[in-house]
């Protein structure tokens, strides 16, 4: 007699393809599905982000039971639900008796700890199983890392091409003969730059059910609820991917790294909250892009750069993460310890960029990887901000934030707070760069030219000062010998003035005024 297995599906593993559903049996075994509070509360994430789940969530139970296979589906407001993952699957085996548990590894390092624990309360056994929807395994990772003094994206980006073949020629070489064409893709903004127009899905019942529920039980939940466009099922992902290869792809490389005043998307994708919830693949993304590029429908700067975010960096922070857990979160390198300022969350500060950024992410649970890397995350490392703080931000606000992804971009590459494991140099930088690469600054209450006095845009005197209290450790850093030769070419007088500037933004910072 065949047993029965209680096969349990996280919220961001809404993939038909993981060994735990393409192993089941429609006869015998029972997926558990569960809306907890646990995990829709652990931070105060952003209200679109738990409708998406949400929606997705229940589209996925329905296309399980459509095609036969039985799903016990927990929603947030029943009225037994323990609001716990262990406390749904222990309620699950009690109530449904299977010879044993099965589940795909978790991306986060305290939801593997928590199963590992389960284990020894269940009366059955769990398997944990890996999540094959990754490129890259961690055996494989942790190869390609042992042994090495450093680890750099760029060199592990260069195995996964030639392990997926991707974008490669029959001589083993790189196509275009070159492996990175990020040079070509950090244009300014020019005249006429805008978005693309994206898609909007029609809302169903479900979809409206869990906006009204998300409504009534997060009424203090942060971020703006509607409009809500987010594709919840895959069939509607595909068609995202799709509108983004045939319409948005062409323009994306030239100026991937632009800001533009009321343009959150510009010609991004939009595609990573499907791709980390499982409705979307990684290689398929991939293989798409690839194919636009040999049949000459987007130049390859574009398709390089968008498969070099997700088999390159999306793998790599996936291996430091897991690398370096459970020690990663507790980094903090540079000592920085200044309280997250209040306007991360309302917005309401002088800085126009910071205002801009913030906007989007309030309204949208999106900003692109500029804006979170050289606008709010090179604010937080300017300011000395305490990393556990702005990680716990940054896992919030943003759709497709979950930490295996969200931590080594947060502590690694915008705040240094790991030292240098993820990137090489800190990503700092004065209101010089904000102002060439966006229209942020027109209209500020800062001027991004000057750096002293009450017009002085809080970015120039901030920078400066970071690199000087930084000096000891970063003066020898081979990227670095030219910032500090400007620095000492200031002499003492406009060194002391720069620094006297940026305690006044600190002060004015804890105080609300910036």
């Known amino acids: 007699m065949a047993e029965t297995v209680l096969r349990v599906i996280l919220g961001d593993q809404l993939s038909t393809r993981l060994d735990v559903v393409a192993g089941a049996s429609k006869a ?21 982000k738990i409708a998406f789940l949400f929606s997705a969530m229940r589209h996925y139970a329905a296309a399980l039971r459509a095609a036969g296979y039985a799903v016990r589906y927990v929603d947030l407001e029943d009225e037994d639900n323990s609001q716990s993952l262990d406390g749904e699957i222990l309620r699950a085996v009690n109530d449904l008796g299977p010879a044993r548990v099965a589940i795909t590894e978790p991306g986060e390092w305290r939801l593997r700890e928590g199963f590992e624990a389960l284990r020894l309360a269940l009366p059955v056994p769990l398997d944990i199983l890996p999540d094959t929807r990754f490129l890259c395994s961690h055996k494989r990772f942790a190869a390609w890392a042992d042994d090495r003094r450093e680890l750099r994206m760029e060199y ?132 798409k892009a690839e194919a636009a590029f040999r049949e000459g429908r987007a130049p390859l700067n574009a398709v390089e750069g968008l498969i070099r975010q997700i088999l390159g960096w999306r793998e790599f922070v996936r291996g430091v993460y897991w690398r370096f857990m459970p020690g990663y979160l507790e980094t903090n390198a540079l000592d920085a310890v200044e309280p997250l300022p209040w306007f991360y969350w309302s917005g309401e500060t002088r800085m126009a960029c910071m205002g801009e950024a913030l906007a989007h992410t309030h309204e949208h649970a999106y900003s692109h990887h500029i804006q979170r890397l050289m606008i709010t995350g090179n604010f937080a490392l300017l300011a000395g901000l305490d990393p556990k703080a702005v990680h716990e931000w940054y896992l919030a606000v943003y759709a497709d934030a979950y930490e295996w992804v969200e931590a080594p971009n947060t502590l690694g590459m915008a705040l240094h707070a790991d030292g240098g494991i993820v990137a090489s140099k800190p990503y700092a930088a004065s209101a010089n760069y904000i102002r060439r690469m966006s229209n942020f600054c027109e209209g500020c ?63 004015a910072m804890r105080d609300g005024r910036l």
Not at 28 to 48: C, G, I, N
Not at 477 to 490: G, I, L, T
Not at 502 to 507: E, I, R
Request: charged share 25%; net charge positive; with cysteine.
């Open 445 to 507: 209450a800062y001027d991004p030219t000057v750096s002293v006095g009450e017009l002085a845009c809080p970015f120039n005197a901030l920078y400066w000062d970071f690199i000087a209290r930084h000096r000891e450790r970063f003066s020898h850093n081979a990227r670095m010998p030219y910032v500090y030769a400007n620095w000492d070419r200031m002499g003492a007088e406009k060194q002391s003035a720069l620094q006297r500037q940026a305690q006044a933004h600190l002060a």
């Open 28 to 48: 015998h075994d029972v997926f558990l599905m569960a809306e907890v509070m646990a995990e829709a509360s652990y931070v105060r994430h952003h209200v679109k």
């Open 156 to 287: 592990f980006y260069r195995e996964m091409r030639r392990d997926h073949d991707i974008l490669m020629q029959p001589d083993d070489k790189p196509v275009g003969g070159r492996w990175n064409f990020d040079t070509e893709n950090r244009k300014p903004p020019k005249a006429g730059l805008s978005s693309t127009r994206r898609l909007s899905f029609k809302k169903d019942a479900i979809t409206r059910q869990v906006l009204d529920l998300v409504a009534r039980r997060f009424p203090e939940g942060y971020g703006q609820l509607e409009p809500f466009h987010f594709a919840v099922t895959r069939r509607q992902a595909l068609r995202e991917l799709d509108h983004f290869i045939a319409e948005v792809l062409p323009g994306f490389g030239d100026h991937q790294d632009a800001m533009l005043k009321g343009q959150p998307y510009l010609s991004h994708s939009l595609l990573a909250a499907y791709i980390n919830a499982g409705l979307l693949y990684p290689l398929e993304v991939c293989r």
